[in-house]
């Protein structure tokens, strides 16, 4: 069930123009037709309901706009930071920044150029997908658990969704709210598969995004969207000795690349102290595996989880 409205668009040029889509604040809720009518038409420039030729919608375009129609998604941000933690002075909010987001950063391809696919907290906010693994309650759940984490494409329930410390979550909003983090893994696929859009240096990754909505029926706060926190991949294995020696000579030509972490760590996420560790171990091409750790140490360390000593729950 959607809310009531009605929009319209055709392709121009390639791509989908919107010809007078309502503002979400005229959506009518859970009025008596639910169901919201998006017009497309796949005729070059035609009008609604030509029978003139002209290009075929692509998949991508067809679902970013009906998304956008009735407001079930919103585009998700990125955190991006100078230092390691995110509440640090040196953190920002970039709107439409995550590079993975086909309703924002990432542009809907078509069939043959490939797709990119929702997020796990927006597939999760529309309806579409559920979690694999969800973790509320009582955080003692997640001492030093090992989670394998399938690829979006595998299934509709593929991702891990955490509940968060609910501090300063408000209550007052027409909605319900409840903070939580969501973990995925995706891995484009082949032309025309899920997330075959994704281009090589974001596929094979695992996705840290923070998210206070919950699939209610309702269109998503657009004020408040999902936002990304890291991107994570397992950490290489050591170099074969001739890649070795060649660092050493400085002639290696991958030295310097910078991979992305490994390591993920929310400091408060359990309230004051209580921190979530999340660690990547390997990867292939169908899931990954993640270690989640909650430690209570005053200050952070990326090993206060790893030390094999007592000081994590």
């Known amino acids: 069930m959607v809310p009531d409205g009605v929009s319209s668009a055709s392709v121009s040029t390639g791509s989908v123009v919107k010809l007078g889509c309502p503002a979400q604040t005229a959506n009518v809720l859970f009025g008596a037709k ?36 009735t407001g079930f998604v919103a585009p998700a941000a ?36 490939g797709l990119v696919c929702l997020s796990a907290p927006q597939a999760y906010k529309a309806g579409w997908a559920r979690p694999l693994h969800e973790i509320r309650g009582g955080v003692y759940d997640i001492i030093d658990d090992m989670y394998s984490v399938p690829s979006m494409h595998t299934s509709s329930a593929a991702f891990v969704r955490i509940v968060l410390d609910q501090a300063g979550v408000s209550s007052s909003s027409r909605s319900k709210r409840e903070r939580a983090l969501y973990i995925s893994y995706r ?54 000795p001739l890649q ?12 310097g690349q910078t991979p992305e972490p490994a390591v993920f760590i929310l ?4 309230g004051e102290g209580a921190s979530l560790h999340i660690r990547v171990t390997a990867k292939n091409s169908t899931a990954a595996t993640v270690v989640l750790c909650r430690s209570t140490l005053t200050k952070e360390a990326d090993e206060s989880c790893y030390d094999g000593f007592d000081n994590d729950w």
């Open 244 to 255: 070795q020696q060649l660092q050493r000579q400085g002639q290696d030509p991958d030295q």
């Open 78 to 113: 990125r955190l991006t930071c100078d230092n390691t933690s995110t509440t640090g002075t040196g953190c920002e909010r970039q709107p439409r920044g995550d590079p993975s987001d086909p309703i924002g950063a990432a542009a809907p391809l078509d069939a043959a150029g």
């Open 187 to 240: 891995a484009a696929q082949p032309a025309a598969g899920y997330d075959s859009g994704l281009p090589t240096a974001l596929s094979g990754r695992v996705w840290v995004h923070q998210y206070d909505e919950i699939p209610d029926a309702r269109p998503a706060d657009q004020a408040a969207p999902p936002v990304l926190l890291a991107v994570l991949d397992a950490a290489p294995p050591p170099p074969p």
């Open 267 to 270: 400091p408060g996420a359990f």
């Open 34 to 69: 639910p169901d919201s009518l998006n017009w497309l038409s796949p005729g070059g420039g035609s009008a609604p309901g030509s029978t003139s030729a002209g290009r075929l919608l692509d998949a991508g375009a067809l679902i970013r706009q009906h998304l956008l129609s």
